[in-house]
């Protein structure tokens, strides 16, 4: 009875730190889920405006719904050209120091550029219809 306490006091610490661990990636993966929805909304809302400028302003509100997640420094940006619509978004997690900071001894980074042709759905369809 008395070396099973043993054991498990040597296994707990063990234990407690890979479920931090997994608590932790979860956490990141979720917010860069988030990111990518946001990403994705903002690009079908541009590329389905027929007018440039309405489809400017309509990533752009798409863009400012992206919650901040977590604790993120991120930058995002907008653009449409006559053919394709572009998103930006890049940015660092703050982490604070601990263990995963020391252990991993980097930022936590993210970066994705995304881009979507603009569909003229009036004009798909004429082409179509004859």
Not at 63 to 80: D, H, L, S, Y
Not at 101 to 106: G, M, N, S
Request: proline share 2%.
């Amino acid at each position: 009875m008395g070396s099973m306490t043993v054991e498990i006091t040597l296994l707990m610490p063990f234990l407690i730190g890979v479920f931090l661990f997994i608590f932790f990636t979860l956490y990141y993966v979720h917010d860069i889920a988030a990111l990518q929805k946001g990403c994705s909304t903002a690009l079908i809302r541009g590329s389905l405006t027929r007018d440039r400028k309405e489809a400017q302003i309509e990533m752009e509100t798409a863009m400012e719904e992206i919650r901040r997640p977590g604790k993120w420094n991120i930058q995002k940006t907008a653009a449409v050209e006559n053919d394709e619509v572009r998103v930006t978004v890049s940015g660092t997690m703050e982490v604070r120091e601990g263990l995963f900071r020391k252990l991993l001894d980097k930022d936590y980074a993210y970066h994705t550029e995304q881009s979507a042709e603009r569909i003229d759905e009036t004009a798909y369809i004429l082409k179509r219809s004859r």
